[in-house]
């Protein structure tokens, strides 16, 4: 991640709050926008949280990020919950216990591999320790049980939508799907329409 967004800050404010996006989609946006970040777990024990925590940092790193998103904390959320994406690979368990037993199978390599838990590797050590579960070769009881290469997948996929399902990375990547009150005009190739985001580059560039 950069410093700054590609795309000018505060851009994606304005764009919610204008009549280009719908009530139900604005409020759903302005909730993700204002939620604080997780503190104290509902769904994961404090250890696992500070295990899952440390993976989301190495999936999507956010350290230069001005505002990170809170990538673990929206996935204990949804746990909590009882939320999902209606589906799963008919070899891996249900997700509460998928993601219980993930997290654990992560450290047990983790132990295996450097003797450590994850969350207290260096960020080499750990993403070595991803890798090999993303190959399917993590050591580990919970990987007799379960498969670390289908894992590894879901959890991916469900970090990359948590990030990019919200609205600062939207702002960052110049999206603006949401806008979509009034219909789309321009969808020719290579048009834009006038409220689409425009690269601080590109801005620049042109002052």
């Given amino acids: 991640m950069t ?5 000018p800050s505060g851009s994606i404010h304005m764009l ?3 009549d280009l996006v719908t009530p139900p989609t604005r409020e759903a946006l302005r909730a993700r926008l204002r939620t604080p970040a997780v503190v104290v777990p509902r769904f994961f024990s404090a250890a696992a949280f500070e295990t899952v925590c440390a993976v989301c940092d190495r999936l999507i790193p956010q350290a230069e990020h001005p505002r990170p998103i809170d990538l673990a904390g929206t996935l204990d959320t949804r746990l909590a ?3 999902g994406d209606g589906w799963r690979f008919a ?3 249900p997700d509460a216990l998928m993601h219980a037993m993930g997290l654990d199978g992560i450290d047990q390599a983790a132990t295996a591999m450097f ?3 994850f969350s207290g590797l260096p960020d080499a050590d750990q993403d070595a ?3 090999a579960v993303q190959a399917g070769r993590a050591q580990g009881s919970i990987w007799g049980a379960m498969e670390a290469a289908l894992y590894f997948e879901e959890l991916l996929a ?3 939508d948590i990030y990019f399902s919200h609205p600062l990375a939207s702002e960052e990547i110049g ?3 949401m806008a979509d009150a009034h219909g789309w005009q321009a969808i020719g190739l290579d048009e834009r329409e006038a409220h689409e985001p425009v690269s601080a580059s590109v801005l620049e560039s042109a002052a």
């Fill in 3 to 7: 410093n700054s967004p590609i795309y």
């Fill in 16 to 18: 919610i709050e204008s």
């Fill in 81 to 83: 919950d009882g939320e």
């Fill in 91 to 93: 070899v891996m368990p």
């Fill in 115 to 117: 003797g450590r838990a």
């Fill in 129 to 131: 320790v991803l890798s």
């Fill in 158 to 160: 469900l970090v990359t």
């Fill in 175 to 177: 999206y603006a799907g």
